[in-house]
Structure formats: C-alpha cells, structure tokens
C-alpha cells in the first residue's frame, strides 16, 4: 500500500504531529495584522506563552524558524568586542557555538555529542573569560541528550553571565521554568513539543538581557524592536497571523492538559520507550543519566542501513522516524514523543521498528520490549 500523507505514525522528533483542532484554526479568511482584532489575540497568545515559558518576561514572536530566534539573540546581545561563551555538545549546540562566534568573542567549551561538559570546566572559564553571556542548547534532538540547563545557569547568575539558552525541543514538553532558573533569553519554535506548524520563534527576553542589548544593532532580526512591540499586541515586520491562531489553540490545549501532567505524560513515555529499547538488547546513544525525554537517540545494531531500515518502515509500516545526522548520520536512529504523540503510536511504531530490524539481521530479544513498555502507560 502507498506511503499516505494524511494517514501514517509520525514520530519524527519535530516536526512533530498536530492536533486537528490546531490545523482548524488555521481554516479562517485573511485578516488585517495591525487590526484592533489581530492585536488582542496577539496579545492573549502572548500570556499564554508566558505561562508555559513559566515567566513574567515579554515573550515575542518571530516569523522564522527556531534559528531565527537563535540568531536574533546573537545579533541583540553581541558585538565583536563582547566575550561570549558557548557549549558545542551536539548538532544544534553547535549552531549557537557559530552564531556566538559569528557575533561576538567566543571561547568554546566541546565534549562529544551526547556528552555533557564539565560544570568545573565550565566554572573555571566563567571566572577567566569573564562572558557576557553563555549560548547552549538544552535539549539536542540531534542525540536524544540534555545539558543540566539549570546547573548551568546557576553558575551562569555567580558569574554575572547572562544565559541565552535554545530550548526550542524542552520547552512544552521537559520543565523548564525560565524565571525560577534564571534564563535570560529563552528560544523555542513552533513545530516541536507545542505541536504547532513550523515557521515561528518564540522568545522571552528577561529585564536585565534587555538593559544589555543593542538598540541598533540588526534590522529584522532586533529583540528590542520586538520587545517595544508586545504590549499594544503588534510585531515590527508582518507577523504569520494564521501561525498565531494555531499557536493560541494549541497552547490552550497544552495548558487545559496541564504543564504538570504534559511533563509527567513526556516522561513516562520516554521511560517506556528507553525501557523498551533495553529490553530489546539496544543501546542508547547519550551518557547514562542525560537522556532526553522529548527524543529517544538510539544506536544502531551492527550491519543494519540507515535508509533501507528507515525506508522499510515508511513503505511497510508508515511509521515516520528520523535518523541521524552531521556525525552521527547512519549510526543512530530517533524516535519523537512530545507534544500529543500517544502511547498506543509509540507502541506501534515499537512493534514496527522490532520487525524492520529483525528482517535486517539484527540481533533483538523478540517481544521482550512490551512488558516494560506496558508497565509506564497509564
């Protein structure tokens, strides 16, 4: 049977499945962008965020993806003569390692992917570089890992450091409590754990990360620019109004479930399926202890092909999962559970990704995998 857009398990780690109510949303007539109308529900999205970035910040919105939001951070905050710190541990981290560098002064703090950096390396050159700011990504979708963003910041707040952290693939799914932890620059984007088409960033800007941005510096991409706009519900440039309507409907729908009970809800499911592969005779790619719990990197078995196993599960099993990539490519494979993925899909997908690797000679611990998977659904 044909590969169906409209009818598969997608268990990509982003883009990620939407519910219907939100691509609904989107289902209306154009509407003016410097409206009254416009303005109220830019506004009431923009409380909505800050609930679920758990902040008192204003959080603005950019037509772009989620780098467009890392970039503006960097464009905002530095100059060549400012001292930044950042931590490539991952693909992504290594994104906001070359924007930093790009941008300002940047000293490079590197372990492997899917390895932290240690926290008294990282104490060691906050007190000698003496940074503006320090750019990382919490969670990288690249290896299925997460930095221990709150350590990091608190080491960040000693040393009077501002923290820009991306955590376009935490945030809606894993805690991230941006005012309690003290993140100054909080990227995300729309098509991750809040389950919204992709084409927006969303980004909270603290008080004192605003005090030390340049006005001047940047066109498009300026915070501040945005930041003067939020109150009275505008943007600087045309916002994506239609974006903006699937956005609020699936914050809502976040929020009606609970932040509490989405993070218990991503955590389980994470846990099942960590269990599941073990069960399976399968090793994780992260260290022991960083697992992410929005995206499961899992390495593959010996002589199994990335893309004709991946290629048999979308045309034998219409399962979508994602392989890996930059250094990793060919030798993991990943599996998404965020935002409103269930349990019975990623059992599923489990079933399928046991048969696809059975059939390429791997080695697996047939069946072994439902039982603990079993244990953590509700």
């Not at 990620?16 to 009254?36: C, S």
């Not at 893309?307 to 048999?312: D, E, H, N, V």
């Amino acid at each position: 049977m044909p590969f169906d857009t409209e009818d598969n398990t997608f268990l990509l780690p982003g883009p990620v499945k939407m519910h219907p109510r939100v691509t609904r949303a989107m289902a209306v007539p154009a509407v003016a962008h410097r409206g009254t109308e416009f303005a109220k529900q830019s506004q009431e999205m923009n409380r909505l965020l800050q609930q679920v970035f758990q902040t008192q910040a204003p959080v603005v919105t950019l037509t772009g993806s989620g780098t467009a939001g890392m970039e503006a951070a960097a464009v905002s905050l530095l100059k060549k003569s400012d001292k930044v710190v950042g931590i490539d541990n991952g693909k992504f981290g290594n994104r906001m390692c070359k924007l930093a560098a790009m941008y300002g002064d940047a000293t490079i703090l590197k372990a492997e992917w899917g390895q932290p950096v240690a926290l008294d390396e990282l104490e060691r050159t906050l007190r000698t570089v003496k940074p503006k700011a320090l750019f990382l990504t919490h969670n990288e979708t690249s290896v299925g890992f997460t930095n221990p963003l709150q350590e990091i910041a608190r080491l960040c707040r000693e040393h009077d450091t501002l923290v820009v952290a991306d955590v376009i693939t935490s945030l809606g799914g894993i805690d991230v409590p941006v005012d309690k932890w003290g993140i100054d620059v909080a990227i995300t984007g729309s098509q991750k754990a809040l389950g919204v088409p992709a084409g927006l960033a969303y980004v909270s800007v603290s008080e004192k990360a605003l005090s030390r941005m340049y006005k001047d510096q940047g066109f498009y991409l300026n915070l501040p620019k945005y930041v003067a706009k939020v109150a009275e519900g505008q943007t600087p440039y045309t916002p994506a109004t239609h974006l903006y309507f699937a956005t609020i409907e699936a914050l809502k729908l976040l929020l009606q479930e609970g932040l509490e009970n989405r993070f218990r809800k991503v955590r389980a499911q994470a846990e099942a399926v960590r269990g599941a592969v073990a069960a399976m005779g399968l090793e994780l790619f992260p260290a022991e202890g960083y697992a992410s719990d929005t995206v499961t990197a899992i390495k593959y078995p010996q002589g199994v092909d990335d893309s004709k196993f991946r290629k048999a599960l979308k045309d034998t099993h219409s399962l979508i999962i994602a392989g890996g990539q930059d250094d990793v490519k060919g030798k993991i494979f990943r599996i998404g559970h965020m935002g409103t993925v269930s349990f019975v899909e990623l059992a599923g997908g489990l079933a399928a990704i046991e048969t696809e690797l059975v059939r390429a000679g791997a080695k697996v611990n047939r069946g072994a995998w439902l039982a603990p998977f079993q244990d953590r659904m509700p």
